[in-house]
C-alpha cells in the first residue's frame, strides 16, 4: 500500500500506454463549423491520448512525479524520452491557441484547469528540462480563466463529478501559492464564501457515476484555507457526528457492477479519492487502507478505468508518503 519503486513502475506502465493512444476518445469540443472537424491529435497534440484532455493531462502529472521519485527505474527513462517528444513548446502552443479560441471559453473548466496547473507545478520540478517553461503559457491562460469564472460562479458545484468546485480549488490553491499569491487569496476568501456556513451536512449517497466524495473534498479544501484552530472548529460542525462513525456509509468502500462502463467505472474513483481524503485529514482507523484495497486492482483493470485511476491512486499514496517523511 505504499508507493514503493514496484507500484512506481506498475502505474508508470500503465500510463505510458495510454497517454498517446489517441482512440477511443471522448472530446471536449465546440465546432463553429465545419473546418473545426478535426482528429484529437490535429486538436490536441501534447494531450490527445489517454480518452480524453484532462486524464491526458493528470496521467501525465503522475509520470512527471513518478519520474522525479525514482529516477532510477527503468520507466523514468521512457517517460523522459517520450516527454521530450510530446511536451514540446510547439505542442504546448497549440493547445494553448485551442484554449484561446472563443468557443473554448469553458473548455475543461474547471477541473482541466486545476490538473494542467498541477501538472505544470509538478514540471517546475525537473529543473533539468524544459517543460514546464514549456506549459506555463497555458497555466497562466487558465489562471486568468480562474479569476473570470470565479467572478461569475453564483455557488459552489457541489455533486462529485467534473465541475466539483472544491476539488479544482484545491489543486489549483497549490500551484497559485507558488505561482501567483493573488489567485491565491481570491481562492481563500471564495472557499470561506462557499463553504464556510456549511453546518452537519448530510451525506446523500453516493450518485452512480459520481468519482469524488464532495463532503470529503470539501473539508481538504478548507483544511488548506483556514487555520489549524478554525479548521478543527469548522470541522467539528461541519460532520459532528464523524467521530461516531456517521455517516455511516462515508466509511464503506463503493463497488463498481461493470467495469467497462465508464460512468459506472467511476465509483472505483471515490474509493481512490476517499482514501486521499482520509490521508489528508489525518483520519485514523484503517479507512484510506481499506477504500486503496477495494479498487487498487482496477488501475490496471478494464481501460474505461485504467486510463485514469492511476493518478488518484498515486494522490492517496503520495499522502502517505509525505506523512511517514
Given amino acids: 500500500m505504499k508507493l514503493d519503486r514496484t507500484t512506481a513502475a506498475r502505474f508508470a506502465a500503465i500510463a505510458l500506454s495510454h497517454v498517446t493512444r489517441e482512440y477511443p476518445n471522448k472530446l471536449d469540443h465546440v465546432m463553429d463549423g465545419p473546418g473545426d472537424v478535426a482528429s484529437p491529435r490535429a486538436l490536441h497534440p501534447a494531450f490527445f491520448?489517454?480518452?480524453?484532455?484532462?486524464?491526458?493531462?493528470?496521467?501525465?502529472?503522475?509520470?512527471?512525479?513518478?519520474?522525479?521519485?525514482?529516477?532510477?527505474?527503468?520507466e523514468a527513462m521512457e517517460i523522459d524520452t517520450l516527454a521530450q517528444h510530446t511536451l514540446t513548446a510547439e505542442a504546448l502552443q497549440a493547445e494553448l491557441a485551442y484554449a484561446q479560441r472563443p468557443a473554448a471559453r469553458s473548455f475543461e473548466r474547471p477541473y482541466g484547469w486545476a490538473w494542467l496547473l498541477y501538472l505544470h507545478?509538478?514540471?517546475?520540478?525537473?529543473?533539468d528540462r524544459d517543460w514546464a517553461g514549456h506549459i506555463s503559457p497555458l497555466a497562466q491562460h487558465f489562471a486568468a480563466g480562474w479569476r473570470d469564472y470565479l467572478a461569475t460562479l453564483a455557488g459552489p458545484i457541489?455533486?462529485?463529478?467534473?465541475?466539483?468546485?472544491?476539488?479544482?480549488?484545491t489543486l489549483t490553491l497549490e500551484?497559485?501559492?507558488?505561482?501567483?499569491?493573488?489567485?491565491?487569496?481570491l481562492i481563500e476568501n471564495q472557499a470561506?464564501?462557499?463553504?464556510?456556513?456549511?453546518?452537519?451536512?448530510?451525506?446523500?449517497?453516493?450518485?452512480?457515476?459520481?468519482?469524488?466524495?464532495?463532503?470529503?473534498?470539501?473539508?481538504?479544501?478548507?483544511?488548506?484555507?483556514?487555520?489549524?484552530?478554525?479548521?478543527?472548529?469548522?470541522?467539528?460542525?461541519?460532520?459532528?457526528?464523524?467521530?461516531r462513525g456517521e455517516p455511516e456509509a462515508l466509511f464503506v468502500p463503493v463497488s463498481v457492477t461493470d467495469p467497462s462502463d465508464g460512468k459506472a467505472a467511476h465509483l472505483d474513483g471515490v474509493n481512490l479519492t476517499r482514501a486521499w481524503c482520509w490521508r489528508a485529514l489525518d483520519l485514523g482507523g484503517g479507512y484510506a487502507e481499506r477504500h486503496l484495497v477495494a479498487s487498487l486492482g482496477a488501475v490496471d483493470g478494464h481501460y474505461m478505468g485504467s486510463h485514469w485511476l492511476a493518478s488518484f491512486a498515486t494522490l492517496a499514496m503520495l499522502k502517505r508518503e509525505e506523512a511517514e517523511r
Fill in 192 to 243: 470561506r464564501r462557499f463553504y464556510g456556513s456549511d453546518r452537519d451536512m448530510r451525506f446523500a449517497g453516493t450518485g452512480g457515476d459520481e468519482f469524488l466524495p464532495p463532503l470529503l473534498i470539501e473539508a481538504v479544501l478548507m483544511k488548506r484555507v483556514l487555520p489549524p484552530a478554525d479548521f478543527a472548529d469548522w470541522f467539528a460542525a461541519f460532520l459532528p457526528k464523524l467521530d
Fill in 175 to 185: 500551484w497559485a501559492r507558488k505561482r501567483d499569491t493573488d489567485l491565491a487569496e
Fill in 49 to 74: 491520448g489517454s480518452f480524453d484532455w484532462h486524464s491526458c493531462v493528470h496521467s501525465w502529472w503522475m509520470l512527471l512525479t513518478l519520474r522525479r521519485m525514482y529516477p532510477d527505474m527503468p
Fill in 121 to 127: 507545478l509538478e514540471a517546475r520540478r525537473h529543473e
Fill in 158 to 169: 457541489r455533486h462529485g463529478a467534473h465541475a466539483n468546485t472544491a476539488f479544482a480549488l
